[in-house]
């Protein structure tokens, strides 16, 4: 009898163990965050689990692993295994080809010999070790707002692959969570309407805060994209599927592209600000000079006080300009969930790029094709028309467009059923997001000629403002002879003070421009920072 009990018992918990194996995996986590380490360099990582898919003999969960350096490709690793298998796992590393590594499974770990490797998981936890390499992973639920320094070093300013590394790795639960993102270039453009009726230089200083080159409302002006009410329940549709991995990886590049471009903004402002302190140097360096006549009588009383009227004036703007940037940087902090009170930020500079020696820009003909055979937005609506086809129930998906304005409410700004009968309607979806892509193409060749031409006049404007100034104040002042005894030199000196920042506010603003608009073109293109986030291949249909 204790015999018969025993053959019970190994039968009844090979078949629990066995039925267990794919409920396990089911129950895995849908979003991770944890580290990578390589020896013993600590990387903060983030991880999304696709779901597990059943095709052909096997079962297969792949996971897709963000590090926070955006020039740093996701990594994609695939577990399989057989259905009437409850002893053995295979591991594929995607993205280095490295596949069909075998591991044996005892309770909720794997292991293998050569090369030597150990995986457990759990409904919280996923670790993988890569003994021979010296690297692991270690993963944990998501449950929470991204930590607050990351790798960051305290006290350093924040480089721009450091933010867009965080929007790349921030987990976007939901629409509401995506939505925070955009809702900061809302803060910033509040923030820039209520400056500009309190400059003094208005005419000159909004140049940097209103118009084409005020930037902000070039930042995020991509294309509206399509996205599920959540990615925790991936749909069993392989169509449905595919089209919700290539919408999360359309959201988080437009999510990044947005950082960037907040990032520029703020850089620009910055360097006008430091700017106008040395415009302000220089001016008082001039009042000095006219103060000494003024003491001798060979100028009229008050001519001190008139000229420095207008350095007020200056400063003020300076005042306002350091404002908007405390309030840029609160929201830029908030974007990349980053508490603006308790983690206040600053920014790294970059290295502007010098528009003179540019020979030319592309024109769209040149990169559109290409732009809709990268589309992630394209391929997520082609697998939404695959999908209406074989469907026969319905899911919706939002249809989110963050220029529009409407998407703040509780709802979509509108939305797209997947059914046989709204086939049409998506085909004609897809056809306005090819023109869409069009559109955008020719207006980021614009904009890149249009920075270029401009900054090249406002560079040839600074350069006669500061031969004239060199002429008028700094060449007579190094001989001592300089002549302001005249009040129509003084209204001159002002005025070139004036142009001098007008044409840097044009230069500064052109050549981030630029970059913006460059940073649009990789965006379109899937180059540079956005390479690599599509985990399934994009579709090769008719409409391509």
């Given amino acids: 009898m204790q015999h018969f009990r025993s053959i019970f018992f190994i039968l009844v918990t090979g078949f629990f163990l066995s039925g267990c194996l794919k409920d396990r995996f089911l129950n895995l986590p849908v979003f991770y965050r944890g580290a990578k380490i390589v020896g013993n360099e600590s990387t903060e990582i983030s991880a999304v689990n696709f779901g597990l898919r059943k095709g052909d003999e096997y079962y297969r969960i792949r996971f897709q692993v963000f590090t926070s350096s955006p020039d740093i490709k996701p990594e994609v690793i695939a577990l399989r295994f057989k259905e009437d298998s409850d002893s053995t796992v295979w591991i594929d590393f995607v993205s280095r080809n490295e596949e069909g590594l075998k591991l044996k499974i005892s309770d909720s770990c794997a292991t293998r010999d050569n090369p030597a490797i150990r995986l457990c998981w759990s409904d919280q936890n996923l670790t993988l070790e890569l003994y021979d390499q010296g690297v692991s992973y270690n993963l944990m639920r998501d449950r929470g707002p991204l930590s607050s320094e990351l790798n960051h070093t305290k006290g350093q300013p924040f480089t721009l692959k450091e933010l867009v590394g965080r929007a790349r790795i921030r987990n976007y639960k939901s629409a509401e969570e995506a939505i925070s993102v955009f809702q900061a270039k809302e803060k910033i453009s509040e923030a ?152 206040k930020i600053d920014i790294a500079s970059i290295q502007l790029p010098d528009l003179l020696t540019v020979n030319r820009s592309p024109s769209a003909h040149e990169f559109v094709e290409t732009a809709k055979a990268r589309s992630l937005e394209l391929g997520t609506l082609y697998f939404m028309q695959e999908a209406a086809g074989v469907e026969t129930g319905q899911k919706q998906f939002g249809f989110l467009d963050p220029n529009s304005g409407e998407f703040f409410g509780a709802g979509y700004s509108s939305s797209i059923r997947i059914a046989g009968a709204e086939i049409e309607k998506l085909k004609i979806r897809t056809l306005a997001m090819e023109t869409g892509l069009e559109r955008k193409s020719v207006e980021v060749a614009a904009d890149l000629s249009e920075a270029i031409d401009i900054y090249r006049r406002a560079n040839e404007g600074a350069t006669d403002v500061e031969r004239r100034l060199d002429q008028v104040v700094w060449k007579p002042l190094e001989r001592g002879a300089i002549s302001l005894n005249d009040s129509k030199i003084l209204l001159q000196v002002i005025e070139l003070f004036r142009k001098s920042i007008e044409f840097e506010a044009s230069r500064l603003s052109s050549a981030h421009a630029y970059l913006i608009a460059e940073s649009k073109l990789n965006r379109l293109l899937l180059n540079g920072f956005y390479e690599g986030l599509e985990v399934v291949s994009l579709p090769k249909g008719p409409s391509r």
């Fill in 192 to 343: 820039r309407g209520n400056l500009l009726p309190h400059l003094n230089m208005r005419d000159v200083v909004s140049v940097v805060t209103e118009g084409p080159l005020g930037l902000i409302s070039s930042v995020g002006d991509l294309l509206p994209f399509i996205f599920p009410t959540s990615w925790n329940d991936w749909s069993k549709s392989r169509e449905l599927y595919q089209a919700e991995i290539l919408s999360f990886a359309a959201l988080l590049a437009n999510e990044m592209n947005t950082v960037e471009g907040f990032y520029y903004v703020i850089h620009r402002d910055q360097a006008m600000l430091l700017f106008l302190d040395q415009q302000i140097n220089k001016l008082e360096t001039i009042q000095a000079s006219i103060k000494k006549l003024e003491d001798r009588g060979a100028l009229q009383p008050g001519s001190t006080t008139d000229f420095k009227l207008s350095i007020r004036s200056i400063q003020q703007d300076r005042r306002q300009l350091a404002s908007l940037i405390e309030k840029e940087l609160a929201a830029l902090a908030e974007a990349v969930a980053l508490s603006p009170v308790y983690q």
